[in-house]
């Protein structure tokens, strides 16, 4: 008996009520690609080409990627099984490594079906605008399923990364230690810090790490430095600002329970999550400004999308919090 | 004649279509430690729900001192203290940053000094800077019942709150819990598996099975168990028609 698949049946079985569903938004979501493809099969077509002539490249990279991803999901799902409530149920050893290899390879394999789907699906397309290059798709599927399973076997070969174990959040919340020898001093204030912290604590610096991977991917080549330092400051701010939505979203949802005892009226309790996170925002509105001046675009229009960017801000978030905390019996 | 701490009257509660509590009727007078007992699921922690106003209830009637929960909240929930559980406290702020919340939300101008006094019973103070996500389950359970007792409320609402606690501090705590309710003349309502709280504490006790208060026992009920050394598990068991 595999327990982790089993269970995993069972958990999908739970869930079969929203089986319909899925399979209508997969349908729809492959008939709409098929759709842009057979639009834009003109301009697809040399693409295409670029990735038949190009094939060993593609299936070196996706051997590379599938192998790395492959090597951390197996370190991940160790430790994660390792502390399940599966962890002591006897397996036979035959079957734990069927198991394993079927869990830990599984979006690979998603990835070659999907792949398998993708290229009969654009085949289909060509052979129906008649176009000679029906095999095209068939070739680059097997150049990419081929690299992914190679990767499969490779990420055995890569060196086991350490499972992250995430600290608390609060050891990334810049936070001032004070000694007061005195007694408390009542306020709601320190509502407005909550998501202004929980926004800190979830741009953990590997995270922030990872996302700018693929800002410095986008750059064109002969980019300047000081160029890119101004965009993946744009990038910093507009992250910080979607996490402080975020964080707020989060923390008044929390807060809701938290406080739903007290006597506290929601406008109070409204006004002390929205002032400091507006705060926040037109900072950002005015650093956006400022990255845009360094642009060489001009102060009204800096100005202009800086002043745009607060004002959506402050009234996404307080309609966020009104929405949140502004129905119902408690606040 | 003044008026009960807690007067529960014909409440009906429940999520969605499911309805977990059937017709409860329960009075708190003044100096009443009242525990709530019953297996897992039974609606012991729906029912504190209901009391605190975490949970709307469908049917029924919930006063406070003589506030309904329902038409004067604000007057219900000023003598109202609940500890939560402690998963629910905010992680990011400090627990001196909780106690100030709800010493603001309750629109007091400072906290008293008998609850800094527990505090130091307790050995809490060292914890008054520290994030809550750093605290391990037992501080975080001090705190919840710190923050209930903050603007010492007639009405003490705490569910489980001994789990997690050391035998030393659960002592001190309920020491305190006693001499807080006689002092201020208030009531608590507790939810608990714990028998020896009602074997030395309570004042008043009641079972609730499947969402109906199966039985009840008085003070004098319990008084008499206690002077004929009786065991209350057996009672219990007698109560609830286990063999």
């Not at chain 1, 174990?165 to 005195?182: E, M």
Request: hydrophobic share 55%.
């Amino acid at each position: 008996m595999a327990p982790r698949l089993a269970a995993a049946n069972l958990i999908r079985l739970n869930r079969r009520t929203h089986l319909l569903a899925r399979a209508v938004a997969v349908s729809f979501c492959l008939g709409t690609l098929i759709a842009l493809f057979y639009a834009e099969r003109d301009s697809a077509l040399p693409a295409l080409r670029w990735l038949r002539l190009h094939g060993l490249l593609c299936a070196v990279l996706a051997a590379i990627a599938s192998a790395l991803l492959i090597a951390r999901r197996r370190s991940l799902k160790r430790a994660e099984y390792a502390r399940s409530w599966l962890a002591a149920v006897p397996v036979k050893v035959s079957a734990a490594r069927w198991e394993s290899l079927a869990i830990e390879t599984l979006p690979a394999i998603a990835a070659i079906v999907v792949l398998g789907v993708l290229g009969v699906a654009c085949a289909l397309v060509l052979v129906l605008a008649k176009r000679a290059e029906f095999f095209a798709p068939f070739a680059i599927e097997a150049y990419l399923s081929g690299g992914i399973a190679a990767g499969i076997i490779g990420s055995y070969l890569v060196p086991q990364p350490k499972p992250a174990i995430l600290p608390p959040g609060s050891r990334y919340v810049p936070h001032q230690k004070v000694s007061r020898a005195g007694g408390v001093r009542p306020s709601l204030r320190a509502l407005g810090a909550w998501p202004i912290r929980q926004m800190f604590a979830w741009a953990q610096p590997k995270i922030v790490s990872r996302a700018l991977i693929p800002i410095l991917v986008m750059m064109p080549m002969g980019t300047t430095a000081d160029a890119a330092m101004v965009v993946i400051a744009m990038f910093g701010t507009m992250g910080a600002l979607l996490l402080l939505w975020s964080a707020v979203i989060f923390a008044s949802r929390a807060a809701r329970s938290w406080l739903a005892p007290l006597p506290v009226p929601r406008g109070a309790v409204i006004r002390a999550f929205l002032l400091p996170a507006c705060a926040v925002i037109v900072a950002a509105g005015a650093i956006e400004a400022l990255l845009l001046l360094v642009f060489n675009v001009s102060y009204r229009t800096s100005a202009q999308l800086g002043a745009c960017t607060a004002l959506i801000g402050c009234l996404t978030v307080g309609a966020a919090l009104v929405w949140i905390l502004g129905h119902g019996r408690t606040p | 004649m003044t008026s009960p701490i807690l007067e529960i009257r014909e409440l009906r509660a429940g999520y969605g279509v499911r309805t977990v509590l059937e017709n409860i009727s329960m009075t708190l007078a003044a100096g009443d430690w009242f525990v709530l007992l019953g297996p897992n699921g039974c609606g012991k922690s729906t029912l504190l729900d209901c009391v605190v106003s975490r949970l709307i209830p469908s049917g029924g009637e919930i006063c406070i001192a003589g506030h309904s929960l329902s038409t004067a909240p604000y007057e219900a929930k000023l003598q109202l203290g609940y500890g939560c559980a402690p998963d629910v406290l905010p992680g990011l702020l400090t627990s001196r940053q909780c106690l100030e919340v709800h010493a603001g939300a309750k629109g007091m101008a400072a906290i008293g000094d008998d609850l800094f006094a527990l505090a130091d019973e307790l050995k809490f103070t060292a914890y008054l800077e520290s994030f809550v996500d750093t605290l391990s389950l037992g501080t975080r359970q001090k705190l919840a019942v710190l923050l209930a007792l903050v603007g010492d409320p007639q009405l003490i609402v705490l569910d489980e709150a001994f789990n997690g606690l050391d035998p030393a501090s659960a002592l001190v705590l309920k020491r305190h819990l006693r001499a807080r309710i006689e002092r201020r003349r208030g009531a608590l309502l507790l939810a608990t598996h714990s028998l020896d709280i009602v074997e030395h504490y309570a004042d008043r006790a009641a079972v609730l099975i499947d969402g109906r208060l199966k039985h009840a026992w008085s003070k004098d009920e319990l008084q008499r168990l206690r002077a004929r050394g009786d065991d209350f598990e057996a009672a219990l068991a007698e109560a609830i028609g286990e063999p």
